[in-house]
């Protein structure tokens, strides 16, 4: 998502760059104090900014990663948004057989949660999944054959999708 932003010549501009693509610029320092969020490399979809993350981790360092840049693994909603984020991957990288989202199972196993705190609303499970054997935590998402979700043990290396809750 991008946005253009239109200062005057009496306005002081101080942008702060973070690595994650999210610039935080104070507009009218020191006195009207205006925060605007200019966000880059994120994709809008019903409102909630994803972004694909090409980097392969196991999940919880993907998780981490998504933490870094304010947001979470990817907890999907819908039909329509599991849809959305396989084509985003899909974009991305189109050899990528998978990515991590943010369902995980870590702290009680068998009790499915998302990262971010959302609710469980929705799942999208291939035939026999989850199948909870060898400490498998973390869920990936394929948008290949299957196109459903799986659960794979914290050894896995994959992509992933982050989510910020509200953009």
């Not at 760059?17 to 610029?25: H, K, M, P, Q, Y």
């Not at 989202?101 to 999208?124: A, P």
């Not at 054959?145 to 896995?156: A, F, Q, S």
Request: aromatic share 12%; net charge positive.
């Amino acid at each position: 998502m991008k946005r253009s932003i239109m200062v005057s010549a009496t306005s002081v501009l101080l942008c702060a760059a973070i690595l994650s693509g999210i610039a935080w610029c104070l507009m009218g320092f020191p006195w009207n104090r205006l925060w605007i969020t200019v966000l880059t490399g994120w994709t809008e979809f019903h409102a909630r900014c994803f972004k694909f993350i090409s980097e392969r981790k196991n999940w919880a360092g993907s998780e981490k990663i998504c933490q870094n840049i304010g947001g979470n693994l990817a907890s999907v909603h819908s039909e329509d948004e599991f849809t959305f984020i396989r084509e985003l991957v899909k974009q991305h990288d189109s050899s990528e057989p998978g990515f991590w989202m943010g369902l995980s199972d870590r702290n009680q196993d068998g009790t499915w949660l998302w990262s971010d705190g959302s609710r469980v609303d929705f799942t999208l499970w291939n035939p026999g999944e989850p199948t909870n054997v060898g400490q498998k935590d973390g869920v990936q998402g394929n948008y290949r054959k299957t196109k459903g979700w799986n659960d794979l043990g914290n050894h896995w290396r994959l992509a992933s999708v982050c989510v910020l809750r509200h953009c």
